[in-house]
């Protein structure tokens, strides 16, 4: 199953929350896309305020990505979650295949 890309976002950014607190602005950059063997997977950018990524750890982010893999396992996700993060003030340059 294939969750909408606005849940999948919805759900990255309240595990993001999870881990670093309900305080971190922060957003969800999704897109469909595929693995280099051309099965189904989901990027999802998480993205800091530039001014408050040092406040992230190398664990937190670890973290993160755990729990969102996590959660889209359990609400059936079929395709692999391809998780990385960036800062908010980028959002622009994410580019859409």
Same mark, same amino acid.
């Given at each position: 199953m294939e969750l909408p890309l606005g849940e999948a976002g919805r759900l990255a950014k309240a595990? %993001?929350?999870?881990?670093? &607190? $309900?305080?971190?602005?922060?957003?969800?950059?999704?897109?469909?896309?595929? %693995?280099?063997?051309?099965? &189904? $997977?989901i990027r999802i950018v998480v993205l800091f305020p530039g001014s408050r990524i040092a406040e992230v750890s190398g664990e937190q982010l670890l973290a993160i990505?755990?729990?969102i893999?996590?959660?889209l396992s359990r609400l059936g996700e079929s395709r692999l979650p391809l998780i990385s993060f960036a800062r908010i003030e980028d959002k622009a340059e994410l580019k859409v295949a």
């Open positions: 595990a %993001t929350r999870e881990v670093v &607190g $309900a305080d971190m602005p922060l957003d969800a950059w999704v897109q469909p896309t595929q %693995t280099s063997g051309g099965e &189904g $997977a990505g755990g729990s893999w996590r959660e």
